[in-house]
């Protein structure tokens, strides 16, 4: 919700916005909507003599500057780039794999929780302490290790940003290929935990077809690496198991990535439609044709006019949609495959269809589309970022039903997605100062939610469950499913002490989770 | 196993129907793995059924080894017991094909070259090729990992996947992942299934990411000794050409493609929009040329003719099959060294996919393991990969472990192992660590 900020903003307004969360949150309290049992925790607060003992411990491995405990320094850490808000009691920024080690360890024998976090950007609440703790920050672990060109790998920490992957190897030709929009700030500790995605996942994959082995520290502390420098290693795939779970199965304190070679040729254009209609049947259109872009993204009008209103780049205010189409490869097949796209964007009604002729056009076709999370805050004290997927055949009707939805709440819902993937993002617009707005917001959601299963769908694509979505994992596997997913976790954590109350629907507690705008790190997009 | 055999064949013929068993010696022997035939064979006719099997089996302790096309049924530990063989042929159906969405859901004992057959009705495909389609089965690929060529464009099985259901140990029906193609909800108890041979639980139906059939596809053959095939491929991977899979073939190995004797070759196989083939051809020829080879371009029948080959290999009978992962860089230092005479005394046919790092060994029946493996696997452990033994005649498998010395993860896959599967009867000692 409403970063109501802007790209550039200063250290001051961060200022601001933090004072405003907080005033936010005592105001809130505990917000009904949690207590109604969406979500639930049991906080496990540490008993005062052993708390200050831990402490002392904790200082003893990392160092007395990197143990917060004081209120006015953990309530950073107190939230994600969600809503939600829960109190760390503890927060640790160790600077090494065995300061991490030492410190799972000290958490174990004080029977306290652990939640690690990366850059905390992300939406779901999967780094909020709901049950207390250890907020265990992977940031000073950010050293690229290793960078092995000859054989397109780099060994990096987790607190590197992934933008910063690529820049490492950009001049000799490559990129590391999942690319969230919020790659300036997130991290790849982060995006493994998360199985990020990105615009350009669509033809390169997501973070878990771009690792290849991860170093982690178990939750009785022990360091172990899963998977390998190479693909295929004996015994199960256990790497491929922990990618995406959210920071439950254990920490992750050295990633080995996939680097590719920068393509030859990348061609862009832009589609502007009439009707969202023609759009999104032109996204099912490419890729039924038989191409994959590298990315194919669109836009409503609402993103539009908030673009217009914030950093305008010229789109057409009156437009329902635009749709970008990026497709890279060798330049013959970028060439044949730009002049398909552009016959399909014909074909269904495109008013204007814009191909970049450079760098230069290319980045300012895209300057909207990054700009769009950004300018939100020009129509909108608030927002609520949504995550859904549908098979791409279903993205024509799903579009309707979103829009339906918007109407029966009376919400305003600004589009702004991965279309090519089939991964809805509806930000759903509110302002958190007008009463029971809140509530008929989250309602929305869960119905976009309910229509995108319904469709053949899920409930997130690539935001992840975390606290913010477990409640709803029901919709998409029973029982069985998730007691299956538990074996999982028991065979690593038996004892639930890693970022506990997360994923799972768990039964109500009585930690203290609130509510407030989130907090957005300046510059990004979404 | 607790009772009797007729017990058993009462019990699932009183559950599944007459007919859902088989017990006539040519089958069983027909259903052996490593040599050891299975008591009984029970062919259930949908999920339900095969659940109900698995309970009936569980409750009196049965050894248990699913069996699709049994193309690959070389592939580990010769098996600690084996008393039923439970047959996914009737789960043949492709339940669902979405081919506006480019994906599709199929029942584990479909053939690949059946779901090929539909799929390409609308001009689609799986892009996995294990060998033996005509027999393979969409579980037993998926159980055993076979992606096969073309991995370079496509990525591997576990990329391909994106839902599976499976059955666990003691009958309970479960899935995973979904139907679309990007999907973060909860584990990924897929990938978890991908290559598990089995052993975590029996996987009846998988959802795959499809792959629109290329306009035009092509081969860029060039023969010549292996090192001047590997310094042609380490040009063209410097490149931005995008090839679809780069293979090296050893003189041996080439010889088996029936194509010539006493040369090794390179084999570049390229697709997409027929100017992007053209440009690849042209060019990959140029680089050929420039490394002094005389390269030739197949198509159509030539070029599938090839890739088949390649795909095929080492699947004879009674051929050592080893398999090394090896980081990309390293693929020429391992092949020149199993070129070396004095490596291991014995003729050696070598195939790489250089894009991946996946390079196959085989050898003849008479050159013995003992002596082969443990070289094999400090070779692929020098250069940070791994080796397994993918197949070898049943009397001399079983002395040491085909999957190689255990990773220290060992512990948690026992611990997933005994989870999924608490007695210990899917597959029994199979798999690595002879879980
Ligand atoms: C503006 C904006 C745009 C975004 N766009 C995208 C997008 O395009 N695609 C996308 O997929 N996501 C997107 N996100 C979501 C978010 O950026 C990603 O989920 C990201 O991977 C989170 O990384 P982080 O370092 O901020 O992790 P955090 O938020 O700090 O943590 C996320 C989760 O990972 C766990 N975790 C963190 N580090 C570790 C570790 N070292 N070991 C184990 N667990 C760990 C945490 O416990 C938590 O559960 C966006 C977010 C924002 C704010």
Redesign the pocket.
């Known amino acids: 919700m409403a970063p109501v900020r802007q790209p550039d903003a200063g250290a001051s307004s961060a200022f601001v916005q933090l004072t405003e969360t907080r005033r936010f949150a005592y105001a809130q309290g505990r917000f009904k909507f949690f207590a109604s049992g969406l979500f639930s925790f049991s906080a496990r607060f540490v008993k005062p003599m052993s708390r200050q003992d831990l402490i002392d411990e904790l200082k003893e491995i990392v160092g007395d500057r990197y143990v917060l405990s004081a209120k006015e320094d953990v309530i950073v850490y107190e939230q994600?780039?969600s809503i939600l808000q829960a109190m760390p009691e503890i927060v640790a920024l160790p600077a090494d794999v065995q300061q991490v080690s030492a410190v799972v360890k000290a958490a174990r024998r004080s029977g306290v929780p652990i939640?690690?976090?990366?850059?905390?950007?992300?939406?779901?609440g999967?780094?909020v302490p709901a049950e207390g703790g250890i907020v265990l920050s992977?940031a000073r672990?950010d050293r690229i290790l290793k960078i092995d060109l000859a054989n397109r790998v780099a060994v990096v920490e987790?607190?590197v940003i992934?933008l910063d992957i690529t820049k490492a190897v950009a001049a000799q030709g490559f990129f590391y290929a999942?690319?969230?929009?919020?790659?300036a700030?997130?991290?790849?500790?982060?995006?493994?935990?998360?199985?990020?995605?990105?615009?350009h996942t669509l033809a390169y994959g997501?973070?878990t077809n771009h690792v290849l082995g991860v170093e982690?520290v178990l939750s009785d502390g022990e360091i172990v690496w899963l998977g390998a420098m190479v693909p295929d290693a004996p015994g199960y795939d256990l790497c491929g198991a922990f990618v995406g779970s959210?920071?439950?199965l254990?920490?992750?304190?050295k990633v080995a990535v996939r680097l590719m070679a920068q393509r030859e040729a990348v061609s862009t254009l832009l589609a502007v439609f009439d009707d969202m209609d023609g759009a999104t049947r032109t996204v099912v259109d490419i890729t039924a044709a038989g191409i994959i872009p590298a990315a194919l993204e669109l836009m409503d009008q609402l993103s539009i006019e908030a673009v217009e209103r914030g950093a305008p780049v010229g789109y057409p205010r009156d437009a329902a949609a635009v749709l970008l189409v990026e497709i890279e490869g060798v330049t013959e097949h970028t060439q044949r495959a730009m002049n398909l796209a552009s016959a399909l964007c014909a074909r269904n009604g495109a008013r204007e269809v814009k191909k970049a002729k450079d760098d230069h056009e290319r980045e300012l076709l895209w300057k909207g589309r990054k700009g769009a999370?950004g300018a939100l805050g020009t129509i909108t004290p608030n927002y609520y970022?949504q995550d859904g997927v549908v098979p791409r055949s279903q993205l024509p009707r799903i579009m309707r039903t979103v829009a339906d939805i918007g109407k029966r709440y009376g919400l305003r819902i600004a589009n702004v997605f991965?279309a090519g993937d089939g991964n809805l993002h509806p930000n759903i617009l509110f302002d958190l100062r007008h009463p029971g707005e809140l509530e008929r917001v989250i309602e929305a959601g869960a119905a976009i939610l309910r229509a995108c299963v319904d469709a053949g769908g899920s409930i997130t694509?690539?935001?992840?469950i975390?606290l913010e979505k477990k409640a709803y994992i029901g919709l998409l596997f029973n029982d069985q499913d998730l007691e299956a997913m538990a074996r999982l976790r028991q065979s690593f954590d038996p004892e639930r002490r890693l970022?506990p109350a997360?994923i799972f629907p768990s039964p109500a507690g009585c930690g203290e989770l609130r509510v407030g705008p989130?907090r957005?790190?300046a510059g990004?997009?979404? | 196993m607790h009772g009797s055999l007729d017990n058993l064949c009462a019990r699932l013929e009183q559950v599944l129907g007459a007919g859902s068993v088989r017990r006539d010696p040519l089958s069983l022997k027909e259903h052996s793995v490593d040599g050891q035939a299975p008591s009984l064979i029970c062919v259930p006719a949908d999920a339900e059924q095969l659940g109900a099997a698995l309970r009936i089996a569980s409750e009196m302790e049965v050894a248990v080894i699913p069996w699709g096309g049994g193309t690959s049924m070389r592939l580990g530990n010769p098996p600690r017991a084996f008393d039923l063989a439970l047959a996914l042929e009737r789960l043949n159906r492709v339940v669902e094909h979405d081919d506006v969405s480019l994906t599709a859901t199929v029942q584990a004992g479909t053939k690949i070259a059946a779901l090929q057959e539909t799929l390409g009705r609308a001009r689609q495909f799986l892009a996995l090729d294990p060998p033996h389609p005509a027999h393979a089965t969409v579980g037993g690929l998926v159980a055993a990992n076979q992606s096969g060529p073309r991995r370079m464009a496509y990525g591997g099985v576990r990329d391909q996947v994106i839902g599976m259901k499976m059955i666990l140990a003691d009958g309970t029906p479960i899935k995973a992942g979904g139907k679309v193609v990007k999907n973060?909800a909860g584990y990924d108890l897929c990938k978890l299934f991908v290559g598990a041979l089995g052993t975590l639980g029996i996987i009846t139906e998988v959802t795959f990411k499809m792959a629109p059939i290329p306009e035009s596809a092509a081969t860029v053959l060039a023969q010549g000794s292996v090192g001047e095939c590997l310094g042609f491929v380490s040009e063209l991977l410097r490149s931005r050409l995008l090839p679809a899979e780069v293979a090296i073939l050893n003189a041996d190995a080439f010889e088996a493609t029936g194509m010539a004797t006493d040369t090794a070759a390179v084999a570049i196989w390229t697709e997409g929009f027929t100017e992007g083939v053209e440009r690849h051809l042209r060019d990959i020829g140029r680089m050929a040329q420039g490394v002094g080879m005389a390269p030739e371009i197949l198509r159509d029948r030539p070029h599938q003719h090839l890739w088949e080959k390649i795909r095929d290999f080492g699947a004879g009978e009674n051929l050592f099959v080893y398999r090394l992962t090896v980081p990309l860089a390293a693929v020429a230092r391992v092949l020149m060294t199993a070129e070396r005479k004095d490596f291991l005394a014995a003729p050696l046919a070598a195939l790489a996919f250089a894009g991946t790092g996946t390079i196959r060994l085989v050898t003849k029946p008479d050159a013995a393991p003992a002596a082969i493996f443990p070289k094999l696997l400090s070779l692929a452990n020098e250069h940070g990969g791994h080796a397994v033994m993918e197949a070898g005649p049943p009397a001399l498998k079983g002395a040491f472990d085909v999957w190689g010395p255990s990773p220290s993860t060992l512990s948690i896959m026992r611990e997933l192992k005994r989870r999924f599967d608490p007695r210990g009867m899917l597959n029994p000692g199979r798999f690595l660590g002879n879980l």
């Open positions: 994600d780039a939640v690690p976090r990366g850059s905390g950007t992300g939406l779901a999967g780094a992977l672990l987790p607190g992934n999942p690319d969230p929009s919020s790659q700030a997130c991290s790849i500790g982060g995006n493994v935990a998360n199985n990020s995605g990105g615009p997501v973070t982690v959210e920071g439950t254990g920490i992750v304190t999370f970022v991965h694509g690539e935001h992840g975390g970022n997360k989130a957005m790190p990004l997009w979404i | 973060v």
